[in-house]
């Protein structure tokens, strides 16, 4: 039998009671390690995080606390090719994706630490100028943002186990809030390794880091009125999550960030083979490979006008031919595996459901597999989709497949366009493509409301654009609607979730006290 990985909570190390649940190479199919969360005390080990970590972590100032997070940096690179083999093993990824969800996560902790030398000496952040509330200012308002005495429980997903614990971790103990993870079940191992490697490093103070792998029985019952929970995954998953007794009872502060049915558009004036279209080519193939599709930012919807449709089909089918797929230990193959074999199911069931309102232009299923059993191994090739009649095609526009599936879609004007993005019904992202720097300023301002990010493309960018999929911890993540209606990152907009805005009446004595 395989290893059973264990839990850290409490400040210590615990092996679950039952017999627990296996985490397999979606490639080879062996298994690899086991998880298990039967019996631990949560009620126990979350009280120790949030009175043990969190009081640690709040004696420290932002500067402080972002010399942790520079430590953990340091753990991290000094164990990245660890991260890379089990990356490999367990999610089937070739280097390049490996390196999106790690080296992503190292980066974004980096950019976390940073600002706390910026933020400085100080304990809890002040909230704009002081506004008077009696004649000649002697009665003051002075609004504060103060660490939340809970603790943030991370509920996360199987496709970003480094990045996704780090893009959450980073911002929530630079604001001095201890953190417990759940990762998914099926690619705990990464973030457990992670976990134990900064515990052993002995960079954070006891209960600041613990982690829970397996089952989620339990964990929202454990929450308290002042702790923050943070969930990534299915919009199915996270209406549970919302409608649950102890979220309700606590007014606990919950994120969502959920699935989404990302566009991008490539605007009118632009002729096949020009930079735009050339520039939305490339980006669609390659948010539709990397890591296998299984990105919440991907690309599914590709809109373009009409009478480019059959340019567009021809160069990212063209495009997706060239894509080899199989076992990422082959260094010719570009496109690993999905996660596991209920996601390939769920892949080609979700392909049959869409097959219905759409044709296939560029089919995956005739893609060989390199070096990979296809009775064995969880791979499949890119597959575009496209419809020339997408006002009838509703399933286009709220399904989302999650794996190397995209459709292509025209539309007759500007407005179709925008109004055939917006029912995607709020999405993470959507990018704009084109060279007229007015009609991106519109386009971009018009999808603004149901995106909480627009990213825009222009031949002069082509170089420097960070890509439509690639989440900077400078910029935010998350959307209205269908996506969750979450926000994360966003440099210091982060912190903002892990703190709680009071307002200080005083005198301006003691608010020059308080803010000294
Ligand atoms: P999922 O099935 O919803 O699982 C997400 C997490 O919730 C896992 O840790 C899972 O644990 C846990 N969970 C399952 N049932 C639960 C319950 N009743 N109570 C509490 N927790 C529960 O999603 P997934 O399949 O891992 O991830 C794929 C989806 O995530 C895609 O739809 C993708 O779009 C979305 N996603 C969104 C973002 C974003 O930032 N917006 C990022 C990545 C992924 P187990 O694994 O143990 O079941």
Redesign the pocket.
């Known amino acids: 039998m395989s290893d059973l990985l264990l839990n850290h909570l409490g400040g210590a190390w615990h092996a679950g009671r039952g017999a627990g649940?296996a985490l397999f190479d979606p490639v080879l199919g062996n298994e690899l390690v086991r998880?298990d969360a039967t019996g631990l005390d949560l009620a126990g080990g979350f009280a120790f995080a949030r009175d043990q970590g969190g009081a640690a972590l709040r004696a420290l100032t932002y500067r402080q606390r972002g010399e942790l997070l520079g430590a953990i940096v340091k753990v991290l690179q000094a164990n990245r090719d660890a991260y890379y083999e089990i990356a490999t093993a367990n999610s089937g990824t070739v280097k390049n994706d490996s390196a999106v969800d790690i080296d992503g996560a190292i980066y974004t902790t980096g950019v976390y630490a940073k600002l706390g030398a910026t933020l400085g000496e100080r304990r809890f952040l002040v909230d704009g100028e002081a506004a008077s509330l009696a004649k000649d200012g002697v009665f003051q308002s002075q609004h504060l943002q103060v660490p939340t005495r809970g603790l943030s429980l991370f509920?996360?997903?199987?496709?970003?186990p480094a990045w996704?614990l780090w893009e959450k971790a980073a911002p929530a103990l630079l604001s001095g809030v201890p953190v417990v993870v759940?990762?998914?079940?099926?690619t705990?191992w990464l973030t457990q390794r992670m976990v134990k490697d900064v515990f052993d490093a002995g960079v954070l103070p006891a209960g600041a880091l613990s982690v829970v792998c397996?089952?989620?029985?339990g964990?929202?019952d454990a929450l308290q009125p002042l702790d923050v929970l943070s969930?990534?995954?299915?919009?199915?998953?996270?209406q549970?999550?919302r409608s649950?007794a102890a979220v309700a009872q606590h007014s606990v502060r919950v994120n969502?960030?959920?699935?989404?049915v990302n566009s991008a558009l490539l605007l009118e004036g632009e002729a096949p083979g020009s930079a735009a279209f050339e520039l939305l080519v490339k980006e669609v193939v390659r948010e539709m490979t990397v890591k296998s599709g299984?990105?919440?930012?991907a690309i599914r919807r590709v809109f373009v006008p009409e009478a480019l449709y059959g340019a567009a089909a021809e160069a990212i089918s063209a495009r997706l031919a060239k894509t080899t797929v199989g076992n990422p230990r082959n260094e010719t193959v570009r496109m690993g595996a999905l996660v596991s074999r209920t996601?390939l199911n769920a892949v080609r069931e979700g392909l049959k459901g869409l097959q219905q309102q759409a044709e296939v232009l560029h089919d995956g299923a005739r893609h060989a597999l390199v070096d990979a059993d296809p009775a064995v191994a969880c791979c499949v090739g890119p597959t575009l989709l496209g419809s020339r009649t997408p006002d009838s095609a509703a399933r286009l526009h709220d399904t989302?497949v999650?794996g190397p599936v995209a459709t292509l879609l025209p539309y007759r004007d500007a407005a179709h366009a925008l109004a055939l993005v917006r029912r995607g019904g709020g999405s993470?992202v959507a990018s704009v493509y084109g060279s007229d720097a007015g009609a991106l300023a519109t386009a971009a301002l018009d999808l603004a409301d149901h995106h909480g990010r627009v990213h825009v493309v222009s031949p002069d960018v082509a170089a420097a654009h960070s890509g439509h999929g690639n989440?900077m911890p400078q910029s935010l993540?998350?959307?209205p609607g269908r996506?969750?209606g979450?926000e994360?990152l966003g440099g210091a907009r982060a912190l903002n979730f892990y703190h709680r805005r009071a307002a200080v009446q005083a005198a301006p004595a003691v608010l020059a006290a308080l803010t000294a």
């Open positions: 649940t998880v509920i996360n997903a199987f496709n970003f996704g759940k990762p998914a079940t099926a705990a397996g089952s989620s029985a964990l929202l969930f990534t995954g299915s919009a199915d998953t996270a549970l999550i649950h969502i960030e959920a699935d989404s299984q990105k919440c930012t996601q989302e999650f993470l989440v993540h998350g959307g996506a969750g979450g994360e």
